[in-house]
């Protein structure tokens, strides 16, 4: 059941972010505001899901967790966006900008999750 959390918190989150970004770059959501989910959906599931249960495994507290979510997912979007963009600056700063959108939202839909779900007995699922 924690898995299938992980993956709706990270689907929801990327779409979240996408409309999040666009509303504050752009001032306005439409159906272009969804491009960069090619890329903001793969990278929550992939980076921030995959990173958050490194961290959990290890141990770490959940502040660092999560701050360690918004550490990867800015560098994660600007270093996706610099190697598409052959590391033009504009577009290295929009992806880091939707990267840390993308993980903001994934901290928040994590938390809110976390508090209607019924705790287990297993260390991997907190």
């Known amino acids: 059941m924690a898995v299938l959390r992980i993956i709706f918190v990270s689907t929801l989150a990327a779409v979240a972010a996408c409309a999040i970004a666009s509303l504050i770059l752009y001032g306005n959501v439409e159906r272009a505001s969804f491009i960069?989910?090619?890329?903001?959906?793969?990278g929550s599931l992939l980076l921030l899901a995959t990173a958050y249960a490194a961290l959990a495994e290890r141990g770490r507290p959940m502040v660092w967790r999560y701050a360690a979510l918004i550490l990867i997912g800015?560098?994660?979007?600007?270093?996706?966006?610099?190697?598409?963009?052959?590391?033009?600056?504009?577009?290295?700063?929009?992806?880091?900008?939707?990267g840390m959108t993308t993980a903001l939202c994934w901290i928040a839909l994590h938390a809110l999750t976390r508090l209607r779900t019924r705790h287990t007995i297993n260390e991997f699922t907190t």
Do not use: E, V
């Open 36 to 42: 960069p989910l090619i890329f903001a959906l793969p």
């Open 74 to 98: 800015a560098i994660g979007g600007g270093l996706l966006l610099a190697f598409i963009s052959s590391a033009d600056g504009k577009y290295t700063a929009m992806g880091s900008f939707y």
